[in-house]
């Protein structure tokens, strides 16, 4: 018997520990994973027996997968025994005022223009319970209620739409699909999940702040975002977390479900602490997105602008099944110092006159590694699916790195596919002809990259779009010397 | 305004100004010819703070400070303006953007209030009727896509709308037509004062029909080897660079 599969045996043989449960009342589950973790964590959230089940078949597929080795990033074994898969949200203040904050935390959110209650709040100080791996701003609620659109936390949909949960859940990326997939849907905490009902349009972005509080917390959130025939949505994720010195572990999994005529919209704006100039701490960003077009005309969107985490490792993607379904892709991905990234997205074309778009701009500065890596696959069935893709590579400086892995998939002749790649520097000219205009290296880069990504921040609501500027701003810091 | 002594400089170990001697008093215009290669490009662009050209002797002091001691951006903000000989693209960015920024970060340097959009949308039009430039081109990225003239053309747009005490126009005549060089020059004349000063550096003396100059010098190899009236120009567009060239002979 393999390793793997006695460890299984294991696992699955073994009694249920009854008298871990005594501890239900602690806040946090002992760090560790095993079956008892997978329970404590259903039973924390008081789930239905079918939810557990479906957790521990997960968790038992997932021993028998291994960590992914293909992506083009390098970090440490990952110890998944040493991580903690719950905790609950704390009510005490870990700060008593800003005073108290890291002082480059602060500068940062100033830098932002975030304010300063919100700052408090993200800061851990008291005012508002802090939120944590459990529940999730629900701005808004009683003015979509009227329409029928439900926006709320994972675990209370569980408890109030049973029936979607049910339906839906893994529906588009099943537990099997990948090792931080698998582990996901094992241990997930919370999430969100939204659900447009037919011919719905949603009158408001629906936005949720995630955040990463405690030390030693891995972080599994689970998103579900479901549009009935005919519905509209815009869906918004932005993040921050404060510096740490403790690499986490960050696996979250995105579902999207578009019908006939729907169209969702998700943007996403990362600034998770990358680590510092050294790569020392930061978050380890292993991402599961991917939407399904299921009828006719769907259309889904993903934008996102990534500037935080040591290691990213995300591929949103479109599955185009229905019949002139839409997928696109837009994204700018920046690394500095020693951040890796590795992120792209799969455009699956199925359905006949399929349309999807990639926009993919990295901005590779410091000595950090950035790769795309893009998969469009055109299935037998896909006549006249058609793809664009444009994937540019910015370099800063010549310590950095930039890789593009496109891959290409077509098994259908009338299908159309063009690619286009550039790798460009930021050039002493540009930064002097700024700088002849008075405009000092600083701003010069930043106008200079801002525009480049300009086509992706074009897609991201207003506001979004403002606050992705800062960061990339903020992100590119000292890449200049 | 400016004067420059025994300016010495190099590029990539080569040495190009060979101890060059200049003064601009302010509200005059100085017309530089030359032939090329003679380092009309390279005394504009260590005016302008380039850092490839690395300086190895003499001073320059522009408005009673050392200039070569500035940044270039502090330098722009001083006031000295630098129209390219080949102004650079920057994709994405609007020349609105771009130019709102460089506006209003001299307008910092000076102290003065920072213009807010209605106030900026105000002061473009305005000059874009001296420019006689189209709307469109404001909303573009800068200089993408631009013709050789329209490129040229927005550089005396900038110049305008920054409203620099020194301004060196660096071939700002090549590639314009007939009826751009007009607008261009009117632009040019139409910023003139009696505290403003520029550095025209032309291969044709068509340009100082309409830009008429105080003072026409030839650069060559490096120095400034002959100073005249408008009529220098004149002389030289019949005769060539040739007669110079031996006078220097002569007289080495
Ligand atoms: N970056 C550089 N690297 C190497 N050589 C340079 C560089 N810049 C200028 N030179 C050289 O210095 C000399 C002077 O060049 P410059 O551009 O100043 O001439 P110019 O007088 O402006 O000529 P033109 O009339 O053709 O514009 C030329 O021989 C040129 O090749
Ligand atoms: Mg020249």
């Not at chain 1, 978050?283 to 602008?305: E, H, M, P």
Request: proline share 3%; net charge negative; glycine share 8%.
């Amino acid at each position: 018997m393999s390793e793997d599969l006695k460890i299984l045996d294991e696992v699955t043989n073994s009694d249920y520990k009854w008298g871990f449960v005594s501890n239900i009342e602690s806040d946090n589950a002992p760090k560790g994973l095993n079956e008892d973790i997978v329970r404590f964590i259903s039973l924390k959230k008081s789930e239905p027996e079918w939810l557990l089940q479906w957790r521990l078949k997960a968790f038992r597929h997932w021993l028998t997968m291994t960590e992914p080795k293909w992506p083009n990033v390098s970090y440490p074994e990952i110890d998944f025994q040493d991580i903690i898969y719950y905790s609950a949200p704390k009510k005490k203040p870990t700060l008593n005022s800003l005073d108290e904050l890291d002082p480059e935390i602060k500068a940062t959110f100033d830098k932002l223009g975030i304010s300063l209650i919100e700052q408090q709040r993200l800061a851990g100080v008291a005012v508002d319970a802090v939120i944590d791996s459990v529940s999730v701003k629900t701005t808004f609620r009683e003015t979509l209620a009227e329409l029928g659109i439900i926006f709320c936390s994972f675990s209370e949909a569980v408890h109030d739409h049973p029936e979607l949960i049910k339906k839906y859940l893994g529906s588009v990326v099943p537990y099997t699909d990948n090792f931080y997939a698998a582990l996901n849907s094992a241990v997930f905490s919370d999430g969100s999940f939204c659900y447009i009902p037919k011919g719905v349009r949603c009158p408001m972005e629906l936005s949720t702040y995630f955040r990463i509080n405690s030390a030693g917390t891995g972080q599994f959130e689970r998103t579900l975002i479901v549009a009935e025939e005919g519905a509209q949505v815009s869906y918004l994720e932005g993040c921050t977390a404060p510096m740490r010195d403790e690499n986490q572990l960050h696996a979250a999994v995105v579902e999207i479900v578009s019908h006939t005529d729907a169209n969702v919209k998700y943007s996403t704006v990362q600034n998770w602490y990358p680590g510092d100039k050294n790569g020392k701490g930061g978050i380890y960003n292993f991402v599961t997105k991917r939407g399904i077009c299921l009828g006719d005309r769907a259309k889904i969107s993903w934008t996102q602008v990534e500037t935080g985490s040591a290691i990213t490792w995300k591929y949103p993607s479109v599955i185009l099944k229905g019949d002139y379904s839409i997928g696109e892709f837009y994204s700018v991905a920046v690394t500095n110092n020693m951040q890796q990234a590795d992120t792209g997205t799969k455009m699956i074309h199925l359905g006949k006159n399929t349309r999807s778009v990639i926009v993919s701009k990295g901005i590779s500065c410091g000595r950090s590694q950035n790769s795309y890596r893009g998969l469009v696959k055109i299935g037998k069935n896909a006549s006249y699916a058609r793809n664009f893709s444009q994937c540019d590579s910015l370099l800063i400086g010549d310590k950095c790195g930039a890789h593009t892995f496109p891959y290409l998939e077509v098994a259908n002749k009338t299908a159309k596919v063009e690619h286009e790649a550039t790798t460009s520097k930021v050039g002493e000219d540009q930064i002097f002809y700024c700088n002849q205009r008075g405009i000092s290296t600083e701003d010069a880069v930043n106008l200079i990259v801002n525009g480049y990504c300009k086509e992706v921040f074009n897609q991201l609501p207003m506001e979004f779009a403002v606050e992705a500027q800062k960061l990339l701003s903020i992100s590119l810091e000292g890449s200049v010397g | 305004m400016l004067s420059i002594k025994n300016l010495q400089a190099a590029v990539e170990g080569k040495q190009i100004l060979n101890g060059l001697n200049f003064e601009v008093k302010p509200g005059e215009v100085h017309a530089i010819m030359g032939p090329n290669g003679s380092g009309k490009s390279t005394l504009a662009s260590v005016l302008a703070g380039r850092e490839e050209y690395e300086v190895s002797g003499g001073s320059v002091s522009f408005l009673g400070t050392d200039l070569l001691e500035m940044s270039p951006e502090d330098r722009a903000r001083a006031g000295l303006f630098l129209a390219f000989q080949y102004p650079v693209e920057i994709p994405g960015v609007s020349n609105a953007n771009f130019l709102k920024t460089a506006v209003n970060e001299i307008r910092k340097a000076r102290g003065e209030e920072i213009l807010d959009s209605k106030a900026f949308l105000k002061l473009m039009n305005e000059k874009m009727k001296l420019v006689e430039m189209d709307k469109a081109m404001t909303q573009r990225s800068v200089n993408e896509g631009f013709s050789g003239g329209e490129k040229k053309r927005n550089e005396i747009f900038q110049m305008a709308m920054l409203e620099p005490k020194l301004s060196i126009l660096d071939e700002t005549d090549s590639g314009l037509d007939i009826d751009a060089l007009r607008i261009v020059s009117n632009g040019v004349n139409a910023l003139r004062t009696p505290d403003r000063s520029f550095i025209v550096i032309t291969h044709y003396q068509r340009l100082l029909d309409y830009i008429v100059p105080d003072f026409v010098h030839v650069l060559y190899k490096g120095r400034i080897v002959k100073s005249g009236t408008k009529d220098l120009a004149l002389e030289l567009e019949e005769k060539g660079y040739d007669w110079i060239k031996e006078e220097i002979a002569v007289g080495a």
